[in-house]
C-alpha cells in the first residue's frame, strides 16, 4: 500500500520492496529542505524495516530530480532552523541496496542523489548533468568523487568542467547506468532487478554491498586483505552455510536453462 511520508514523498512496501518517489512533480522534484528531509526519513525508515530487503528510489513526474531548489537555497541559504537534512548520509547508510530508476532529468543535486544509488536503471529520457560551476557552488554531496570513479576521470571532467548533458544512451554507453528502457518499462524494470536481488540469501545483500563500498574506498593492496578476513569470519558463523546446498543447485539448475 502506498502512502505520503510527509507532504513530498511517496513510500509503499510490497514483497520485500520499498518504493521511495519524491513528490514534488510540478517543481520537477527540487530538493526543498522539506524533501531532504522526508527522504532522509524514508531511507532510515526502509533501513530500519525488516520487510524491506531492497529500494527502489525514482521520480514522480517527467523528472527524477531538477536538484537542490535554487529559489529556496537563495532565501533560507540551505538552512532549516539551523540544520540540513543530509539524504546523502542516510542513503549511505542505509543498508539495504538502493536501485536508482531514473526517470528524467536528474541535475546538479539530483545527479547526486542518483550517484548515491547502488545500481542506476535510466528511462530513455533521463538526463544527467553537473551544473555546479555555472551557479558557483562546488559539489559538497559526493559528485566530484563518485563519478570520476563511475565513469573515470576524464569523462567526469567533461561533464564537470562545461555542464553539459549527458543523454541516457552515453549514460549506458559509459558504463553510468547498468540498464537504458523505454520509459514505460522503467519501473517494471527496476522491479525486475530487485526481485533478482532477492534471490540473493538476505544476509548476503548488506554484506555484499557493504564489502564493495568499503574495499571502493580503500586501496587495492587494501581492500583485498579486508575481503578476506570478512569471507573467513562469515564461513566460521553457522548460519552462513545454512541452506548453501539448496542454493547451489538452484544456481546450477538456471545455469544449465540459460545454456
Not at 25 to 48: C, I, V, Y
Not at 211 to 227: Q, R
Request: hydrophobic letters at 40%; glycine letters at 12%; charged letters at 25%.
Amino acid at each position: 500500500m502506498s502512502e505520503s511520508d510527509g507532504s513530498t514523498v511517496l513510500y509503499e512496501v510490497e514483497d520485500g520492496i520499498a518504493t521511495i518517489t519524491m513528490n514534488r512533480s510540478e517543481a520537477r522534484n527540487a530538493l526543498s529542505m522539506a524533501l531532504q528531509r522526508d527522504l532522509s526519513a524514508a531511507f532510515a525508515r526502509a533501513d530500519g524495516d525488516e520487510a524491506v530487503r531492497v529500494v527502489i528510489l525514482t521520480g514522480a513526474g517527467p523528472a527524477f530530480t531538477a536538484g537542490v531548489d535554487l529559489k529556496e537555497f537563495g532565501e533560507t541559504g540551505g538552512t532549516d532552523d539551523g540544520e540540513r537534512p543530509d539524504i546523502w548520509g542516510a542513503m549511505d547508510g542505509c543498508s539495504k541496496p538502493i536501485v536508482g530508476a531514473v526517470n528524467g532529468p536528474a541535475i546538479t543535486g539530483g545527479f547526486e542523489v542518483a550517484l548515491a544509488c547502488d545500481v542506476l536503471i535510466a528511462s530513455r529520457s533521463a538526463r544527467f548533468a553537473d551544473t555546479h560551476g555555472r551557479v558557483g557552488v562546488l559539489p559538497g554531496a559526493g559528485l566530484s568523487q563518485r563519478l570520476p570513479r563511475a565513469i573515470g576521470i576524464y569523462r567526469a571532467k567533461y561533464l564537470s568542467l562545461t555542464g553539459n548533458f549527458l543523454d541516457g544512451q552515453t549514460a549506458f554507453d559509459w558504463g553510468l547506468v547498468s540498464h537504458l528502457v523505454d520509459d514505460e518499462k522503467l519501473m517494471d524494470t527496476a522491479r525486475q532487478v530487485a526481485r533478482d536481488m532477492l534471490g540473493l540469501q538476505p544476509h548476503m545483500l548488506p554484506a555484499m554491498k557493504q564489502v564493495i563500498d568499503d574495499g571502493f574506498s580503500m586501496t587495492f593492496g587494501d581492500a583485498m586483505p579486508m575481503e578476506s578476513k570478512r569471507s573467513r569470519e562469515q564461513v566460521r558463523q553457522a548460519d552462513a552455510w545454512r541452506g548453501a546446498g539448496d542454493a547451489f543447485a538452484d544456481v546450477r539448475d538456471r545455469g544449465r536453462e540459460q545454456k
